[in-house]
C-alpha cells in the first residue's frame, strides 16, 4: 500500500501585537494592537509518530518572532511589516509556503470597517 503524500499547515489566527503603524504621525503616536494570522507550510512533514516538537515549527517561537517585529519600530505601511515578519520566518524556518497577514483594527478611512490589512505569500 502507498503511503498518502501528505502536507502539513501550521497556523496562528489574530495574534495580538503591539505596534506603533500609521501612515500619518499621529497615527504613529500611538501604539495600536494589530492582528497577525500566519500560516506555515514545512517543506518536509514527519511522520509525527514520536509526537516531538522538534519534528515541526513552533507555533510558539513563530508568534515571538511576528510580535517582536512589529514592535520594534514604527511601519507606515501594514505591508512593509507583513514582508519583513515574512522575512524572517522564511529565512528561520524550511517552508514550502508562508503566508502573513497583518490587520489594523478600526482603521481610518472615513467609513466603519472592522479591519484594514495586507497578506504577504511565499512559495518554493
Sequence with gaps: MTAPRRSLEVSLSALEAPCRCGVTDEERRVTQ??????????????DYAADDLAGTVDYGLVAAVAVATA????????????????????AAHPL????????????????PAATAGAQVTYRR
Excluded: C, F, M, N
Design 71 to 90: 514592535a520594534e519600530r514604527p511601519y507606515r505601511l501594514l505591508e512593509r511589516l507583513a514582508t519583513e515578519i515574512a522575512d524572517r520566518l522564511w
Design 33 to 46: 494592537t494589530l492582528l497577525l494570522d500566519v500560516r506555515l507550510t514545512p517543506l518536509l512533514v514527519s
Design 96 to 111: 514550502a509556503e508562508l503566508h502573513v497577514t497583518v490587520r489594523k483594527q478600526a482603521p481610518p478611512v472615513g467609513s
